[in-house]
């Protein structure tokens, strides 16, 4: 098309050219000087250039993605082992470790040289039996640590967790309180509006500077059709002192969260989707050499040549074409066709390992521990990608203890020393008044060996003679406690010497005082 051009006597063509070319050069101006990524053009014509509020896109799309990560999470085997691997990195075997660090009167607040031993023991106890199955969960299904677990599978499939903090008689137990781990779908996502000056986004009544007052939650799980269909829904006000919810925030004044895996779902969809029909074709392939193919002009075979797979009308049978030892003749008119589904191909390994480092990065786990691939690395490569992963499992332990382990701590003890269920083998209770010096107290996550533990152990003991680091920060990196290990050996030093019994390669030191006096006993006998 030849463009425009000005032409002499037409005022009206002549001001429509002029403003064509001034916005043509509007228009090079910001796409030379600007940002390439805010162009506008034919490459850029698919691309969002439009921002909604974190919680507007969140209500927009929550609820499907949150039902299709759970589809993944059902049917999908990386999802599956991603879920499992939240759990066993995040809370592990033993749950999260815990130290109560209360100290005598006067002393510095955390200072491990003036423990209040007593003090210690009995709040430890107390906890420990608490952390229980059916103690600190009101169903009593669950101890701490399974519930911890639940809380983690459901923040990385469902973005959120959502407990209730029960307090009192309804608790159920000494302590006067439990919790009670709820599904996030009774946080409805569809209420928004105002209560009173608040405004309620997604299920969450929030004041003037975004802090949650309340939550709005459903009575029954919204897809219990059978209960909804006789007692209808309702929403039941709890106030945020009486809730835990949360997830990981990727923006400001957010509200509600979004499923870890969303940006990897749909290739994880797509890539299960192409397993199956991979290994289906295979195993068509397999099972299928070739197909008969009839010309169109050709004569209906006679009796006792039909195709095959077509039955005798004599009898019913299928007829049989192919004998050990002999040449197959096929029926007239019909011509073999090989049948071959080109699965599985040389490249479909490579091809599903690609997506697979994909997915491993939206994941922000390791490629060869979500896909059990060890197949080409090294100990140089592995340490370098487990490093980076075992960083980011570190942080997610943190952020655990900091939103849950560290408040749901804080609830039991108040409740615990108000209750009396903190008492010594007397009958005396720990006063409730001393609140803030028996609160202070420890969360360690799990830690893990290396695949080369003597190395690490040399270089461990070499920073410590260098005063890089303590052996209360190598003790802590592998998961104990220095100072309880101490207390620990002296225990065992001790009642090895009471027993008379050598341990490790060195006698202890009674033991070679005592040598010889045993000697000489021996020989007077």
Same mark, same amino acid.
């Given at each position: 098309?030849?463009?425009?051009?000005?032409?002499?006597?037409?005022?009206?063509?002549?001001?429509?050219?002029?403003?064509?070319?001034?916005?043509?050069?509007?228009?090079?101006?910001?796409?030379?000087?600007?940002?390439?990524?805010?162009?506008?053009?034919?490459?850029?014509?698919?691309?969002?250039?439009?921002?909604?509020?974190?919680?507007?896109?969140?209500?927009?799309?929550?609820?499907?993605?949150?039902?299709?990560? /759970?589809?993944?999470?059902?049917?999908? @085997?990386?999802?599956?082992?991603?879920? =499992?691997?939240?759990?066993?990195?995040?809370?592990?075997?033993?749950? *999260?470790?815990?130290?109560?660090?209360?100290?005598?009167?006067?002393? /510095?607040?955390?200072?491990?040289?003036?423990?209040?031993?007593?003090?210690?023991?009995?709040?430890?106890?107390?906890?420990?039996?608490? #952390?229980?199955?059916?103690?600190?969960?009101?169903?009593?299904?669950?101890?701490?640590?399974?519930?911890?677990?639940?809380?983690?599978?459901?923040?990385?499939?469902?973005?959120?967790?959502?407990?209730? =903090?029960? /307090?009192?008689?309804?608790?159920?137990?000494?302590?006067?309180?439990?919790?009670?781990?709820? @599904?996030?779908?009774?946080?409805?996502?569809?209420?928004?509006?105002?209560?009173?000056?608040?405004?309620?986004?997604?299920?969450?009544?929030?004041?003037?500077?975004?802090?949650?007052?309340?939550?709005?939650?459903?009575?029954?799980?919204?897809?219990?059709? #059978?209960?909804?269909?006789?007692?209808?829904?309702?929403?039941?006000?709890?106030?945020?002192? @009486? &809730? *835990?919810?949360?997830?990981?925030?990727?923006?400001?004044?957010?509200? =509600?969260?979004?499923?870890?895996?969303?940006?990897?779902?749909?290739?994880?969809?797509?890539?299960?989707?192409?397993?199956?029909?991979?290994?289906?074709?295979? /195993?068509?392939?397999?099972?299928?050499?070739?197909?008969?193919?009839?010309?169109?002009?050709?004569?209906?075979?006679?009796?006792?040549?039909?195709?095959? %797979?077509?039955?005798?009308?004599?009898?019913?049978?299928?007829?049989?074409?192919?004998?050990?030892?002999?040449?197959?003749?096929?029926?007239?008119?019909?011509?073999?066709?090989? *049948?071959?589904?080109?699965?599985?191909?040389?490249?479909? %390994?490579?091809?599903?390992?690609?997506?697979?480092?994909?997915?491993?990065?939206?994941?922000?786990?390791?490629?060869?521990?979500?896909?059990?691939?060890?197949? %080409?690395?090294?100990?140089?490569?592995?340490?370098?990608?487990?490093?980076?992963?075992?960083?980011?499992?570190?942080?997610?332990?943190?952020?655990?203890?900091?939103?849950?382990?560290?408040?749901?701590?804080?609830?039991?003890?108040?409740?615990?020393?108000?209750?009396?269920?903190?008492?010594?083998?007397?009958?005396?209770?720990?006063?409730? #008044?001393?609140?803030?010096?028996?609160?202070?107290?420890? *969360?360690?996550?799990?830690?893990?060996?290396? &695949?080369?533990? #003597?190395?690490?152990?040399?270089?461990?003991?070499?920073?410590?003679?260098?005063?890089?680091?303590?052996?209360?920060?190598?003790?802590?990196?592998?998961?104990?406690?220095?100072?309880?290990?101490?207390?620990?050996?002296?225990?065992?030093?001790?009642?090895?010497?009471?027993?008379?019994?050598?341990?490790?390669?060195?006698?202890?030191?009674?033991?070679?005082?005592?040598?010889?006096?045993?000697?000489?006993?021996?020989?007077?006998?």
């Amino acid at each position: 098309m030849t463009p425009l051009q000005a032409q002499p006597g037409s005022r009206i063509l002549n001001a429509f050219v002029a403003k064509r070319q001034a916005e043509r050069r509007a228009i090079n101006v910001k796409n030379v000087r600007g940002y390439d990524a805010a162009k506008r053009d034919h490459l850029t014509a698919g691309w969002t250039s439009s921002s909604a509020s974190a919680n507007e896109d969140i209500r927009n799309a929550l609820e499907i993605v949150r039902a299709r990560s /759970r589809d993944l999470a059902a049917n999908n @085997d990386y999802m599956r082992k991603f879920l =499992r691997m939240c759990e066993v990195n995040i809370v592990g075997p033993h749950g *999260f470790r815990y130290k109560n660090l209360t100290a005598n009167p006067g002393a /510095r607040v955390g200072d491990a040289s003036a423990p209040d031993e007593a003090a210690r023991t009995l709040i430890e106890s107390a906890y420990a039996k608490w #952390s229980a199955a059916g103690v600190c969960e009101v169903t009593g299904r669950h101890s701490l640590r399974q519930l911890m677990k639940l809380v983690v599978k459901a923040t990385a499939r469902d973005g959120e967790y959502l407990l209730r =903090r029960i /307090r009192g008689a309804s608790a159920g137990n000494a302590h006067g309180y439990a919790l009670q781990i709820l @599904d996030i779908d009774r946080l409805d996502v569809r209420l928004n509006g105002e209560h009173g000056a608040n405004r309620v986004i997604m299920g969450v009544e929030v004041d003037e500077v975004m802090r949650p007052v309340a939550y709005h939650l459903l009575t029954t799980h919204p897809g219990d059709y #059978s209960y909804l269909h006789r007692n209808g829904q309702r929403y039941e006000r709890v106030v945020a002192r @009486d &809730v *835990f919810h949360g997830g990981i925030a990727d923006r400001a004044e957010q509200v =509600r969260y979004m499923p870890w895996a969303h940006t990897a779902m749909l290739r994880l969809e797509m890539l299960g989707k192409f397993q199956t029909a991979a290994v289906v074709a295979a /195993r068509k392939g397999a099972e299928t050499l070739g197909v008969l193919q009839q010309a169109v002009d050709a004569d209906q075979p006679n009796p006792g040549a039909a195709a095959l %797979g077509e039955r005798d009308p004599s009898d019913g049978n299928n007829y049989e074409t192919s004998l050990p030892g002999q040449y197959d003749t096929l029926p007239p008119g019909y011509t073999l066709q090989p *049948f071959d589904t080109k699965y599985p191909s040389d490249v479909f %390994g490579v091809f599903v390992k690609d997506c697979l480092r994909g997915v491993a990065s939206g994941l922000m786990v390791a490629y060869n521990g979500l896909a059990n691939d060890l197949e %080409g690395v090294n100990y140089s490569s592995i340490r370098a990608g487990v490093l980076e992963e075992r960083d980011g499992w570190s942080d997610l332990q943190t952020f655990f203890i900091e939103q849950l382990a560290d408040r749901i701590h804080a609830d039991w003890l108040e409740m615990a020393l108000l209750s009396g269920a903190i008492a010594y083998q007397g009958g005396a209770a720990l006063p409730a #008044s001393k609140l803030d010096k028996f609160a202070e107290h420890q *969360f360690t996550g799990r830690k893990w060996q290396w &695949v080369d533990p #003597s190395n690490d152990a040399q270089a461990a003991d070499l920073a410590r003679r260098r005063g890089w680091v303590t052996d209360s920060q190598i003790t802590a990196d592998r998961g104990g406690d220095w100072w309880d290990n101490v207390t620990e050996i002296a225990q065992e030093q001790a009642h090895a010497e009471k027993l008379k019994v050598v341990i490790g390669a060195a006698p202890l030191q009674s033991q070679v005082q005592a040598a010889p006096a045993a000697q000489a006993s021996a020989a007077k006998a």
